[in-house]
């Protein structure tokens, strides 16, 4: 069997000194370590069957006191007999249900249990483990295992909650240390039995716990004594010393209410004795101060009483003290001014004159001064006032906002020189300074303050008076001015001019394309200042560059502002008319020669030609210049450019004759095929024709080798695409090609979709117009050809006829300049439609085309006739400002209602002077519904066609009208419904697609209209109303939050009212949803918390905070001594030991700062018991890691043990001793130092070989033989 023994300092000291004094005398140098003997250092355990001297004198040597280590795992052993066995079927052990419960067991708790059987058919169970999962296995094994018995325990049901423990703590760990179920009734159940099940061992252990427990708590004690609350002062004593005097005397602690709450009990806890002790005192003291105590009582003005108490009611205290009379003060919310003193007669005089004194020691003056005179006397930076309370620092000075009144209060004296000096101030203020109030539109406020308050600021400066202008919040237009009488006539007067000019003022809307913008104002607005220089009186706003608006707005004189629009609108043609743009493309390697030494070239080139030129930057691949200004001088600037790039390079430029067709096929997907030539032959620019312009000319441009290299793998590829795709072309006259295709691509699709092949017809601008063009596979090109010959061979047979059509519908057929016969001969192949002439009165219509075509002109002719025949003539009057709505953007609404209902629609000649007169007297589209509407020819539209589909027609135009209706909207809600810079009104807008107008606020109009399609302008509506609705919800919530509670709460709480981080303050927030404030540092009200909210949450989060106050206030706070060297311990890495510790314990924890004088004072805050039990807990904790530290000093001390003579740490002797470098620690008579041995060598291999390697052993040594 293995020990291990803990050499302390001590001991080995006293072993080493004791052999020396044997053995070694006078052998080393006083200056020299002493080096000890391998046995002295490493003396022989004792051996079993030694006689008893031998082992006390190892023992003695070894030290008296040997530390068992503590292994973080251990082992427990207990057995179950086999009739408390729950499971005894024995035929499949380990496999059965206790096996079952083992591994469950295991999984819950992080333990390792083993199973045995006993001969006894009892079974053995080991668990292993950490001590708390042991513990909670051992439970669950007994519970589960073992048949359970149960009994009761009776004790005082007052002790039933010492059993329980905090947070029933005490109760969990019994149950796991006696593996048992402890059942305690509940505080309401009148029984004191607690039900014990488990183990009957078990239950014994448990019962036997519980027993102790009471019997502890009947040798403790609690009194509550009831005394008159007068008589309290007099146990607890001035600054409550008495009371603290008794309860270290009787060691009883004893608890007095404070005088604010309205008990009259005191408790007194401790042991039996020290609590009767206690209480026989304090009766005592009651018996005796009120068998010779009497009162009397004096009434003192309410507002002197805040002197008599006195800060934290330390004037009380004194006058107690001094002359043991107590005061006793009514509430301060209370409206009583009586005062009575109780003490013994002959101190009652004293104790008055010391009341009065106090009461007469500061006195309140209050001197009338006017409102407005108030800043003037403190002046500026509180310049004025400071001086006088720097000469009077004792005078509190409080000014009044709204009131004509200012408060003094301080010491008689100093307050009547303050007084005077204040009224002095003011009677030279009222002789200098003068005020005048003058009403202006508050619509004008910001114009007279001007931008960052320029013009304001000059008029205070120039008249050496201040302006008051309000807030916009506040909607008044009383604007104030105070200051020297003269100033004050001039500033007003200018302030009046302002604003007569302001209304002469009149606004315009130009519509400039926002991409101008940046150009009319310049670069550092250095432009538009010119435009603002030349028209000073006018104002020009630009939008915002983040919205897309168009709007620049102009304000100034009527006749200034139109000569400053006109000047813009002159800027603005020009900049159209300069931003035509051209694209050329310039080798890379030539850029720099372009824009030449120090850019002299292109600037050049941008002076003559008048341009601005733009190049890609240097790590562009770019190869584009941009060339912006007039067209003309734009193509004159990129012939010079291209002129340099030729002379500088042997530039050549071919072109080659690839089909058009080809082309796409050529370039190929996004052009990577006519890249990759361009890149294969060095940087060549090839140019295909535009689209559909019918070109078969390819533009190559570049170094002459290079342009026909890229020439020749052009044509291959072209050739290339030609082989792979078989192409066959077809004659057709054009007048064909729309037949062929058919309406809406009916028959060319049919081809097409049976052939599989392409078939391509040429576009307007072709040359070869008859040619069509077929693409894709031989055998489908082939019979796609086929199918088109046959279709044009029948279209080839001209036939003639003719039918016959009424004289008056021949008009719709010529009319237009022809349109609709040119529309028949479009569509029917060709088709010649001729018509008698004007005047034979003939009725006969000849058709000549091809048969198929003919015929199918027929048929459509006759369908228009018959239309015709039906047709009717249907008048709709629709002012004429809605026309254009109606229309819509390039008449897109008409053309639709024509088309869907085979229509015509005649809109009537404009009549602008009409439109001039009505303009007016009309808003948003709105007529007036008490003029009478005349129509006139202007306002008539007509519809002809069926007399059905004229009709749906008109109801299509009539829906189209747009209507204006009011929504009553409360004109406070106007500007939450436009929103931050209108993005609220302009959703609505585009949602519902309609215009909405917000009056002006000047106004103060309670409508908004809306105008736009009756149908639109209903959902508009409807969604206005739904926004009302939310906003009026918002306003009213908004009103039920507002509701504010101040309450006082002494600033030293504060701290913890707002907790770690805020967690505490925010819990309250989040839970009672209120806003809390608490005072900021420069208030002078620092003990002032606002609550604001709904007002039942504000009154609950009010009532948490004064509980949470009262909690503070019964908080006490002690110190406690601990060895500073277990400090870091008890708080742990980053302070979660102790942060636990504070939770589990609820008390605040305070550690000396470093250098502290003090280092191992501790202060514990809180609950009375709770700090009891953290300090005890302290305490434990520290006596634990003392042990730790005692032996970590005794190994340091172990492993560099002092030298013989005091020296230092050098454990071996020689010259350098004192400043060479350590030897480590060095023994003599070492077994390795024998002769015939060596030490082992650490760096040789064969002493110290890597594992798996085998080494035979050279020699034995006294180590013993080597294993490998």
């Known amino acids: 069997m293995s020990s291990v023994a803990v050499l302390t300092p001590e001991s080995f000291a006293e072993h080493r000194s004791g052999l020396k004094d044997q053995e070694i005398t006078g052998c080393i140098p006083e200056d020299e370590a002493y080096i000890p003997t391998y046995l002295e250092a490493f003396p022989p355990l004792p051996e079993k069957g030694a006689p008893g001297e031998k082992a006390g004198e190892q023992a003695s040597a070894w030290g008296s006191k040997i530390r068992p280590i503590k292994a973080s795992i251990?082992?427990?052993?207990?057995?179950?007999?086999?009739?408390?066995?729950?499971?005894?079927?024995?035929?499949?052990?380990?496999?059965?249900e206790e096996a079952k419960v083992c591994l469950d067991i295991?999984?819950?708790?992080?333990?390792?249990?083993?199973?045995?059987?006993?001969?006894?058919?009892?079974?053995?169970?080991?668990?292993?483990?950490?001590?708390?999962?042991?513990?909670?296995?051992?439970?669950?094994?007994?519970?589960?295992?073992?048949?359970?018995?149960?009994?009761?325990?009776?004790?005082?049901?007052?002790?039933?909650?010492?059993?329980?423990?905090?947070?029933?703590?005490?109760?969990?760990?019994l149950e796991l240390k006696t593996a048992t179920k402890i059942a305690i009734p509940r505080p309401d159940d009148p029984s004191a039995n607690i039900r014990i099940t488990g183990t009957k061992e078990g239950i014994e252990k448990a019962r036997h716990e519980i027993l102790l427990i009471s019997a502890e708590q009947d040798k403790r004690a609690v009194e509550r004594l009831s005394l008159e609350k007068a008589f309290h002062p007099?146990?607890?004593?001035?600054?409550?010393?008495?009371?603290?005097?008794?309860?270290?005397?009787?060691?009883?602690?004893?608890?007095?209410?404070?005088?604010?709450?309205?008990?009259?009990?005191?408790?007194?806890?401790?042991?039996?004795e020290a609590v009767a002790l206690a209480l026989c005192r304090i009766r005592a003291i009651y018996e005796d101060k009120k068998r010779k105590t009497t009162t009397i009582s004096v009434e003192v003005k309410k507002s002197q009483h805040k002197y008599i108490i006195g800060p934290k009611g330390n004037t009380l205290q004194e006058i107690l003290e001094t002359t043991g009379v107590s005061v006793e003060m009514p509430p301060l919310d209370s409206g009583s001014e009586t005062i009575i003193l109780r003490g013994e007669p002959d101190k009652l005089g004293p104790a008055l004159t010391q009341v009065y004194a106090k009461a007469k020691s500061v006195m309140v003056v209050e001197v009338t001064a006017p409102a407005w005179l108030h800043r003037f006397i403190i002046g500026k930076k509180g310049q004025n006032i400071g001086r006088i309370t720097q000469q009077l620092p004792r005078v509190h000075i409080e000014f009044t906002d709204g009131e004509e009144r200012i408060s003094l209060e301080g010491p008689t004296e100093e307050v009547e020189q303050a007084q005077a000096q204040i009224q002095e101030i003011i009677k030279d203020l009222l002789v200098r300074m003068d005020y005048t109030e003058v009403v202006i539109d508050q619509r004008f406020h910001r114009h007279l303050i001007g931008k960052n308050g320029a013009n304001i600021n000059r008029i205070k400066e120039q008249y050496k008076v201040l302006v008051r202008i309000p807030q916009d919040s506040e909607r008044s237009g009383l604007v104030r001015i105070e200051g020297d009488p003269k100033g004050v006539q001039l500033a007003c007067r200018e302030l009046i001019e302002m604003v007569q000019r302001m209304e002469n003022e009149r606004t315009k809307d130009l519509i400039v394309e926002q991409k101008f913008h940046r150009t009319i104002i310049g670069q550092k607005g250095e432009k538009i200042k010119e435009v603002r220089d030349k028209f000073p009186e006018v104002i020009i706003n630009f939008p915002d560059p983040s919205?897309?608006?168009?709007?620049?707005?102009?304000?100034?004189?009527?006749?200034?502002?139109?000569?400053?629009?006109?000047?813009?609108?002159?800027?603005?043609?020009?900049?159209?008319?300069?931003?035509?743009?051209?694209?050329?493309?310039?080798?890379?390697?030539?850029?720099?020669n372009i824009i030449g030494k120090g850019g002299a070239n292109i600037k050049k080139i941008r002076e003559e030609t008048n341009t601005k030129i733009d190049l890609p930057t240097e790590n562009s691949n770019s190869e584009m210049i941009i060339i912006t200004g007039k067209k003309s001088n734009c193509e004159a600037a990129r012939d010079r450019i291209l002129a340099i790039q030729r002379e500088l390079a042997n530039i050549k430029e071919t072109e080659v004759a690839i089909p058009a067709k080809l082309h796409n096929s050529l370039i190929g997907s996004k052009g990577c095929l006519v890249r990759s030539i361009m890149e294969d032959c060095g940087g060549v620019h090839i140019h295909f024709p535009s689209e559909g312009s019918g070109s078969d000319k390819v533009t190559i441009r570049g170094p002459v080798g290079e342009v026909e290299k890229a020439k020749k793998q052009l044509l291959q590829l072209a050739e290339e695409k030609q082989v792979n795709n078989f192409t066959a072309e077809l004659q057709a006259k054009p007048e064909y090609h729309k037949f062929l295709i058919g309406r809406g691509g009916a028959n060319i699709r049919r081809v097409r979709d049976k052939t599989g092949a392409r078939i391509i017809f040429p576009s307007p601008d072709d040359t070869e117009q008859e040619l069509i063009t077929i693409v894709g596979k031989e055998e489908a090109v082939r019979q796609a050809q086929k199918e088109l010959e046959s279709l044009v061979k029948n279209l080839d047979d001209v036939v003639e006829d003719s039918m016959v059509v009424d004289v008056r519908h021949h008009r719709h057929f010529v009319c237009r300049r022809g349109q609709v016969l040119r529309e028949l001969a479009e569509e029917y192949g060709g088709v010649a439609v001729s018509f008698p002439r004007t005047g034979a009165n003939s009725q006969r219509v000849t058709l000549k085309g091809a048969k198929d075509c003919v015929e199918a002109a027929k048929k459509r002719i006759q369908e228009i006739i018959e239309d015709l025949e039906s047709q009717v003539n249907v008048e709709v009057i629709i002012p004429q400002r809605f026309h254009r709505a109606i229309m819509g953007p390039k008449g897109c609404?008409?053309?639709?209602?024509?088309?869907?209902?085979?229509?015509?629609?005649?809109?009537?000649?404009?009549?602008?002077?009409?439109?001039?007169?009505?303009?007016?007297?009309?808003?948003?589209?709105?007529?007036?519904?008490?003029?009478?509407?005349v129509p006139r020819k202007c306002d008539i539209i007509t519809i002809a066609g069926r007399a059905e589909k004229c009709e749906l027609a008109k109801a299509a135009l009539l829906a189209l009208v747009p209507i204006t209706e009011d929504v009553e909207v409360s004109y406070e809600l106007h500007r939450y419904i436009i929103g931050q810079k209108g993005s609220g009104i302009r959703k609505m807008m585009e949602e519902y697609e309609v215009n909405i107008w917000v009056p002006q606020p000047e106004k103060q109009l309670d409508v908004i209209k809306v105008t736009g399609l009756v149908a639109n302008v209903e959902r508009a509506k409807q969604g206005l109303l739904e926004r009302v609705k939310e906003l009026q919800a918002e306003q009213e919530d908004r009103a039920l939050r507002s509701f504010k509670v101040t309450m006082s709460v002494e600033p030293k709480f504060h701290p913890k009212i707002i907790g770690r981080k805020g967690a505490v303050i925010s819990q309250i927030r989040k839970d009672h949803d209120v806003s809390i404030q608490f005072p900021d540092k420069g208030d002078e009200q620092q003990d002032l918390i606002v609550i604001s909210g709904y007002e039942r949450n504000v009154e609950e989060a009010r009532q948490a905070i004064q509980q949470?106050?009262?909690?503070?206030?019964?908080?006490?706070?002690?110190?406690?001594?601990?060895?500073?060297?277990?400090?870091?311990?008890?708080?742990g890495a980053r302070g979660k030991a102790i942060r636990k510790l504070m939770e589990e314990?609820?008390?605040?924890?305070?550690?000396?700062?470093?250098?502290?004088?003090?280092?191992?004072?501790?202060?514990?805050?809180?609950?009375?018991?709770?700090?009891?039990?953290?300090?005890?807990?302290?305490?434990?904790?520290?006596?634990?890691?003392?042990?730790?530290?005692?032996?970590?000093?005794?190994?340091a001390a172990y492993m560099k043990p002092p030298s013989r003579y005091g020296g230092g740490g050098g454990a071996g002797g020689g010259d350098d001793s004192s400043g060479g470098p350590a030897k480590g620690f060095v023994v003599r008579d070492a077994p390795w130092n024998a002769a015939g041995n060596k030490a082992p060598d650490m760096s040789s291999a064969e002493d110290f070989p890597t594992f798996g390697t085998g080494v035979a052993p050279k020699q034995a040594s006294v180590w013993g033989p080597k294993k490998f």
């Open 74 to 96: 251990i082992t427990q052993v207990f057995h179950v007999p086999l009739e408390e066995r729950r499971y005894k079927d024995n035929s499949q052990f380990g496999e059965g």
């Open 106 to 173: 295991m999984q819950r708790t992080g333990a390792h249990i083993e199973l045995s059987l006993a001969k006894d058919q009892g079974l053995s169970i080991m668990v292993t483990g950490k001590l708390d999962s042991v513990m909670k296995a051992r439970k669950e094994i007994v519970a589960r295992l073992q048949t359970q018995a149960s009994a009761t325990v009776t004790i005082p049901k007052e002790h039933h909650r010492f059993v329980i423990g905090k947070n029933g703590e005490k109760l969990q760990e």
């Open 547 to 592: 919205q897309k608006n168009d709007v620049v707005q102009l304000r100034g004189p009527k006749n200034e502002v139109e000569k400053c629009a006109k000047f813009l609108q002159k800027i603005i043609a020009d900049l159209i008319e300069n931003s035509f743009l051209l694209s050329v493309p310039i080798f890379k390697q030539f850029h720099k």
């Open 234 to 272: 007099f146990i607890a004593g001035p600054h409550n010393r008495l009371v603290q005097e008794l309860s270290l005397e009787t060691g009883a602690r004893i608890s007095i209410p404070p005088p604010s709450l309205p008990k009259d009990e005191i408790v007194i806890t401790g042991e039996k």
């Open 1145 to 1195: 314990f609820k008390v605040d924890i305070r550690f000396p700062q470093p250098g502290s004088g003090e280092p191992d004072k501790v202060t514990v805050m809180g609950l009375p018991e709770t700090v009891d039990n953290a300090i005890d807990h302290l305490l434990n904790l520290e006596e634990e890691y003392m042990l730790s530290v005692t032996e970590t000093e005794t190994l």
């Open 893 to 933: 609404r008409i053309q639709y209602i024509t088309r869907e209902h085979e229509v015509q629609i005649k809109f009537p000649e404009r009549d602008d002077s009409a439109a001039g007169q009505e303009a007016p007297s009309q808003e948003n589209g709105e007529v007036s519904p008490e003029a009478e509407f």
């Open 1108 to 1131: 949470l106050v009262a909690e503070l206030q019964e908080m006490v706070s002690h110190d406690v001594h601990l060895d500073p060297r277990t400090h870091a311990r008890i708080i």
